[in-house]
């Protein structure tokens, strides 16, 4: 079993609390959508986002379920494109023609930083367990057969 180097160990330790901290933060701007749709799709609609309430709800679903998706490294390019998404939104939406300071700085930063997450989210993820185009890939970089970067070389720290 080889070593791996302290950098590649603390890129997946900050790897994993940067994820942490922006799925804590989407699943908190989610859970109000989440328990009063009816008062986030009358503000959608207010916004003049259109279905407002399928938006709400999938507002909702979007930043609660992918934000746990970021913090538990499942299916990490596609919850960092996912995410970038309902921000990239939120930002056409809500925030058109604020500053960037006190406006549209936040979902700015947590739908680039989700992106950037979810294709360098690190080894402490669960995506490292599962069978994934992306694990192979990686596995072929490295120049170890897939079958020989499982989850005991993966998750050593």
Do not use: C
């Not at 590649?8 to 933060?25: F, I």
């Not at 709400?56 to 490294?73: H, Q, R, S, T, W």
């Not at 669960?126 to 994934?132: C, E, G, M, N, V």
């Amino acid at each position: 079993m080889s070593r791996r180097p302290l950098m590649s160990k603390l890129h997946d330790v900050t790897a994993l609390a940067a994820r942490a901290v922006v799925g804590v933060v989407l699943i908190a701007h989610g859970l109000p959508k989440a328990t009063d749709t009816g008062g986030t799709a009358a503000g959608f609609e207010a916004m003049g986002i259109p279905a407002p309430e399928v938006a709400a709800l999938v507002g909702a679903v979007i930043e609660v379920g992918f934000g746990a998706a970021l913090i538990i490294g499942l299916l990490l390019p596609v919850t960092g494109v996912v995410l970038l998404a309902m921000m990239g939104s939120a930002i056409a939406f809500a925030h058109v023609g604020d500053p960037l300071v006190g406006g549209y700085e936040l979902p700015m930063v947590l739908g680039l930083t989700a992106l950037a997450l979810g294709f360098s989210g690190g080894r402490l993820a669960l995506d490292s367990l599962l069978p994934l185009p992306w694990n192979e890939r990686r596995a072929q970089k490295d120049g170890t057969p897939a079958e020989e970067s499982g989850t005991k070389d993966s998750l050593s720290v």
